[in-house]
């Protein structure tokens, strides 16, 4: 759209507040990590989170302890919040990952401020995620045996099934997001390092750092690793959910058997990791005062990406229906039936408010920049893809061909009590990270400080011209 | 540091403080013009021009190739392996090789693969993690994380004398010189 405006026409919001200097952004980054008091507020969540760790910890030791009839999966939903839930969480693990590898290839430099964030958020949601399918074999203490490993039995995995491919692309994400995430973090530990005022601080980031010294040598190295990784990433990221979209597309089961399924679960798990960004990003950004180094401009710009892809998902759930009949098979047909009046109809219609209706508040500017609203719209946009998760995995398992073989799904206090576990366990990760941890790129925003300054500078020019019209 | 050190066997160069990038990179350019071979620059952001001064090469990129490549290779070794020689099943006669069954498996492998010896490679050829190295022994060096450049003319270099070094290093206005002790 703006391909042949030259950027200095479109007034934008800069990347980085007027007024920053390198130092002034490293003081600001680091302080949060090496000032010694703790905040109340932070410890109080803390506990709170902590609280809900322990849940999961009961909720994990009651369903070792009497197996997975605690749930309330059986046949025919064999599948209910686990894999519900994993669909979830490595959905919103993906904004992580397309905001620092996409956005890094596409030359976005808005993503500095965010990415680092958003990918221990992605870490986190991983780990969420994984935990998911190992509770769900039932016996956890087996899981080596997904991999192929030599064994007693002489058995190996089988390789031509969705599941065995969900288990590769999972880890392989796992570690590359791991990777990525240290990689970028090894400068600013030095930085750290030499910043620490006490032993410890110096001891423990200087470990961390592993004797990072910025030698232009290491650089030329480091940047090209950084690079390919994001390189590497970003196919990722896209086989991975699409992956994940295999285990129902090459199944047989009515309203799974599509081919729309893989662009559909890709840009509905863009769609709900960037409201989960911001769903967390905005209160932090208030809480440690980061205004100047989270923008107006990124706050914006994610508003506009969960547009889009909201609007793909909407788009994948228009397929659907139109699949229901074009199909032209009775099951089918009667799968759209059953969504749209069967039991979970009240899901069906709680998906299309939180993820049809609402994302379309996002087409105007004020809504962007409300902090507000946007903060209630990526909540419901949350619950949303959850719903629609739920409406995916349970009416379709609910009611397949064999009406003998039909039963209803009912979770039981054991599901929700895993869910909130792991909510909690992601949250309390996350303030974890960003008090130990610098939550904004150190090196990277310094290497965009000479460029924005210039920005800066129109933009003030901008709304000082702007003011005088009002 | 004191200019007046006697002996230059434990040294392990002299180092001079720029206070931006531009001046590294005169900095550079003169110690170039010097004679100097054997120098390392140390900046807190990476820097390509900086890279291009010093004459930095690196085909780094080649390893993570090769990363891929063995990891796309031992995808498709493992799958054919076990799905073909260790533990063939028939299912309703489909063939044992069956390949485009393969394909995500490889490609996650290729993926992982790179991505280790990326990460792996890079802090391999850098000799990092390394607990100890000689440039931190001057105070000034702290701030080489943060909005300081420094370069090093190494011990090693042919034209490497303690007392003309440093002088020469003057020659370009740097925040501060001192001798690197090793």
């Known amino acids: 759209m703006s391909a042949n405006i030259p950027p200095s026409v479109i007034r934008r919001d800069p990347v980085i507040g007027p007024g920053h200097t390198a130092g002034s952004v490293i003081d600001k980054i680091s302080s949060i990590v090496l000032s010694r008091d703790i905040q109340r507020g932070w410890f109080l969540l803390l506990a709170l989170s902590g609280m809900g760790v322990m849940l999961l910890g009961v909720s994990v030791g009651w369903l070792l302890t009497r197996g997975v009839g605690v749930w309330g999966i059986n046949e025919p939903v064999a599948w209910g919040f686990d894999i519900i839930n994993f669909v979830w969480w490595i959905g919103i693990g993906h904004a992580g990952t397309l905001i620092s590898a996409i956005l890094l290839l596409l030359h976005q430099e808005w993503r500095t401020s965010i990415n680092r964030f958003s990918e221990a958020m992605t870490l986190f949601a991983v780990m969420c995620a994984g935990m998911f399918p190992l509770l769900h074999l039932g016996r956890p203490w087996l899981a080596f045996w997904l991999f192929p490993l030599p064994n007693t039995m002489s058995m190996w995995p089988q390789f031509r099934s969705p599941l065995m491919w969900d288990v590769f692309a999972v880890s392989t994400y796992g570690t590359v997001s791991a990777l990525f995430w240290y990689v970028g973090l090894i400068p600013d530990f030095a930085t750290l390092r030499d910043k620490a005022q006490n032993k410890i601080g110096r001891v423990i980031f200087g470990m961390a750092a592993m004797g990072w010294r910025g030698a232009t040598q290491h650089w030329a190295r480091y940047e090209v690793a950084y690079l390919l990784l994001a390189g590497l990433a970003t196919p990722l990221v896209v086989s991975v959910h699409t992956v994940v979209s295999f285990d129902f597309a090459v199944s047989v089961i009515p309203g799974w058997h599509t081919t729309v399924m893989p662009p559909y679960f890709v840009a509905g798990a863009v769609y709900s990791g960037f409201a989960m960004v911001l769903t967390l990003m905005l209160p932090v950004r208030a809480a440690y005062r980061l205004q100047d180094l989270i923008t107006m401009r990124h706050i914006d710009n994610m508003g506009k990406i969960m547009l889009v892809t909201g609007m793909i998902v909407v788009y994948g759930y228009a397929m659907e229906l139109f699949f229901g009949w074009y199909a032209g098979s009775t099951a089918e047909g009667f799968m759209v039936h059953n969504r749209l009046f069967g039991s979970a109809a009240g899901a069906y219609k709680g998906l299309l408010f939180c993820n049809l209706l609402t994302p379309q508040l996002l087409w105007f500017k004020k809504v962007r920049r409300s902090l507000w609203l946007l903060f209630v719209i990526s909540i419901i946009v949350n619950i949303g893809m959850w719903l629609e998760r739920y409406v995916i995995v349970v009416t379709c398992l609910e009611r397949d061909y064999l009406p003998s073989s039909w039963g209803d799904f009912h979770p039981t206090i054991w599901d929700w009590s895993l869910f909130i576990g792991t909510i909690s366990f992601f949250l309390f990760m996350m303030l974890l990270f960003i008090r130990f941890i610098p939550m904004i790129p150190i090196f990277e925003m310094r290497s965009l400080l000479p460029k924005s300054q210039a920005g800066a500078k129109a933009a003030a020019a901008d709304q000082s011209t702007d003011a005088s019209k009002h | ?182």
């Not at chain 2, 531009?22 to 350019?29: D, F, K, N, Q, V």
């Not at chain 2, 260790?86 to 498996?105: C, D, E, K, L, M």
């Not at chain 2, 790179?114 to 000034?140: C, E, K, R, T, W």
């Not at chain 2, 020659?171 to 010189?177: C, E, Q, R, T, Y």
Request: glycine fraction near 8%.
């Open chain 2, 1 to 182: 540091m004191s200019a007046d050190h006697k002996n230059d066997e434990g040294l392990h160069g002299v180092m001079a403080e720029f206070g931006d990038e531009a001046a590294l990179i005169a900095g550079i350019e003169q110690a170039k013009r010097d004679g100097f071979t054997d120098m390392e620059a140390y900046t807190p952001v990476p820097s390509h021009d900086v890279i291009h001064a010093l004459g930095v090469k690196n085909r780094f990129s080649m390893v993570v190739f090769c990363g891929g490549l063995a990891g796309a290779c031992s995808g498709f070794l493992l799958q054919y392996v076990v799905s073909v020689l260790v533990y063939p099943v028939n299912i309703g006669g489909r063939p044992y090789n069956s390949w485009p069954a393969f394909i995500v498996i490889v490609f996650e492998c290729t993926i992982l693969f790179a991505a280790l010896s990326a990460v792996i490679g890079m802090l391999f050829l850098n000799g990092l993690p390394q607990p100890y190295h000689p440039v931190f022994n001057v105070p000034q060096f702290l701030r080489a994380s943060q909005d300081r450049f420094f370069l090093v003319v190494h011990a090693t270099d042919p034209k490497f004398d303690p007392r003309s070094t440093m002088e020469r290093l003057q020659a370009s206005a740097p925040l501060s010189v001192a001798e690197v002790a090793n």
